[in-house]
């Protein structure tokens, strides 16, 4: 089972990280960092670095792909080479996954034209314009393809890909063996629950950051 983690310059880390750590432990499986360019790509903060230690053409043909979001993935949007390889990788996969904004990737792709889809709930209209049904959930699967909401669904998204993989118990073992459990302090987790102050407080952040 090969696993093609697509990494570039301003991703959000936990988009990456999060079903990095599920993923990884799925038995038999080959999860490998790829970026247009091999070499440390730094996340969204600049305080993290992850390397892309394969090229795109290194890796043209995954049975998992995986492509993460943040402020990075919108130059992506309109990337030729990036977008060639996801619709070339989508086109011999297993599975397609998105995380957060990653979802605007496979849209511009033409990955999502008329699927259901998610993504951060701040850019679920982006969808729309790609093509793709909009959908307010946390992990929304159509077909082959996976698209996770807003940064820690992606952790979900990877345990129920690793269910359809490798089977529930084995999911099941991982989720044990990586102590998810969640149990937040604030009950502000999505639009429908946050404060109208904590929203907008968001929606300047993210309106802060470059499109």
Known sequence: MRIALLVFDNLT?????????VLSR????????????VGVKRTDT?????????????????????????????????????????????????????????ALVLGAAGI????RATTHWAYLDRLRELGAEPVSERVV??????TAAGVSAGIDMALGLAARIAGEQVAHAIQ???EYDPQPPFDSGS?????PNVIELVRGAEGSRPT
């Open 13 to 21: 880390a936990l988009d990456a990280v999060g079903p990095y750590e």
């Open 141 to 146: 699967e159509d077909g082959k393809v996976i």
């Open 46 to 102: 600049g305080a993290l670095g992850l390397e892309a230690d394969l090229a795109l053409s290194e890796l043209p043909d995954p049975d998992v792909l995986l492509v993460p979001g943040g402020a990075g993935s919108r130059p992506l949007m309109s990337d030729r080479d990036v977008l060639d390889w996801v619709r070339s990788a989508h086109q011999g996969s297993t599975w397609t996954t998105s995380v957060c904004t990653g």
């Open 112 to 115: 999502l034209q008329g699927k």
């Open 26 to 37: 799925l038995p038999g499986a080959e999860l490998r960092l790829v970026g247009k360019e």
């Open 176 to 178: 044990l063996g990586i």
């Open 191 to 195: 639009p429908a629950k946050a404060h």
